[in-house]
Structure formats: C-alpha cells, structure tokens
C-alpha cells in the first residue's frame, strides 16, 4: 500500500466519530459533511504531529523529556486559556466544572444551544 493510500484509509475512520457523535445520516446532511470534515483534518494532524515529533526525537534535535516538558507546559497554558475563554468553566481529573451564575452567562453569550 502506497502512502497515500495508507492515509486515506486512516481518515475513513472520520465516519465512526461521525456516526457515534451523530447518529447515522445521509451523506448530503450538512452537519455530518461539516463534523467529518472536521474529523478527517484533526486524525491528519494527529498522525502527522506523531510522525514529525518521532523524527525530531530520533534525529537527536529533541530528546523525549523535552518534548513531554514542553508539552505539558503547552496544555497547562491552554487550559488556562480556554478558562479565560469560558468563564465559570474549570477542569479537574475527574471532569469539566461549572460555577454558576458564571457558566451559565457564558452558555447564553456564546449561544450554546438549550
């Protein structure tokens, strides 16, 4: 199997996360073109974010404990962003935190459906 073949074998997968989001719909609904769509880019990026931060670590331009140090302080920043993003929204280990009347201000603002 050729490259490109291989890649386009992984990103069928877009259909099962379509499906266990959505339901089973037909392939000219909008919003399942639109999530498998989404899908297809982010099993991409997924694979080729694997397959550059392989080569970095065994071309020796990285090692493995720097990219887990750096990583680590990516995500911490990002969750931190995401809490500036949507206030009275806080993550924990065991879940996503809401602190009303704050999050319910942001659902409204934002326009997350009832």
């Known amino acids: 199997m050729n490259s490109l073949d291989v890649l386009n074998k992984l990103t069928k997968w877009r259909n099962v996360f379509a499906a266990w989001q959505l339901g089973t719909r037909s392939s ?14 982010t099993i991409l990026m997924r694979a080729e974010l694997s397959a550059l931060t392989g080569l970095l670590i065994k071309k020796g331009v990285i090692t493995q404990p720097q990219f887990e ?40 603002r934002m326009g997350f459906p009832s």
């Not at 000219?28 to 880019?41: I, P, S, V, Y």
């Not at 969750?79 to 009275?88: I, L, M, S, T, V």
């Open 69 to 108: 140090t750096a990583l680590v302080s990516e995500a911490g920043q990002l969750d931190k962003d995401y809490e500036r993003k949507f206030p009275g929204f806080t993550t924990g280990l065991d879940g996503v935190h809401m602190q009303l009347p704050d999050a319910a201000d942001t659902m409204h």
């Open 28 to 41: 000219t609904d909008g919003e399942c073109r639109a999530l498998k769509d989404h899908r297809e880019l």
